[in-house]
């Protein structure tokens, strides 16, 4: 599954969210002990701000893109992307639709 996997999908269904369990039991987080965890499920493009605001705090934001249409999730993907690069983070796909953005210093391992 690659992270440009979501430009297929129709942008009417909607996907199953990883489950709490499955998304504890697939990273491990190095260094990030009690670290704040933010969840965003943005559902137009102006939510983005707020994402990178969190991003920006030291917080790992998971994005779940699934409420999104294909054109807008591809833009708010980019626009994170971007951010992430600029902040010095990493960018992490946990599921379909699905990534975790973590601010410079938090590694995160499979």
Same mark, same amino acid.
């Given at each position: 599954?690659?992270?440009?996997?979501?430009?297929?999908?129709?942008?009417?269904?909607?996907?199953?969210?990883?489950?709490? /369990?499955? !998304?504890?039991?697939?990273?491990?987080?190095?260094?990030?002990?009690?670290?704040?965890? /933010?969840? !965003?499920?943005?559902?137009?493009?102006?939510?983005?701000?707020?994402?990178?605001?969190?991003?920006?705090?030291?917080?790992?934001?998971?994005?779940?893109?699934?409420?999104?249409?294909?054109?807008?999730?591809?833009?708010?993907?980019?626009?994170? /992307?971007?951010?992430?690069?600029?902040?010095?983070?990493?960018?992490?796909?946990?599921?379909?639709?699905?990534?975790?953005?973590?601010?410079?210093?938090?590694?995160?391992?499979?």
């Amino acid at each position: 599954m690659g992270i440009f996997d979501l430009f297929g999908k129709d942008p009417k269904t909607k996907t199953d969210r990883v489950a709490r /369990s499955e !998304f504890d039991e697939r990273i491990s987080m190095e260094g990030a002990k009690n670290a704040p965890v /933010s969840v !965003f499920s943005p559902t137009a493009y102006q939510d983005v701000e707020t994402i990178i605001d969190a991003i920006k705090a030291g917080k790992n934001t998971v994005v779940h893109l699934t409420e999104l249409k294909t054109e807008t999730a591809r833009r708010v993907l980019d626009m994170l /992307s971007g951010a992430i690069y600029a902040l010095g983070g990493g960018v992490y796909e946990m599921g379909k639709n699905v990534f975790m953005f973590s601010p410079a210093g938090v590694e995160v391992n499979d």
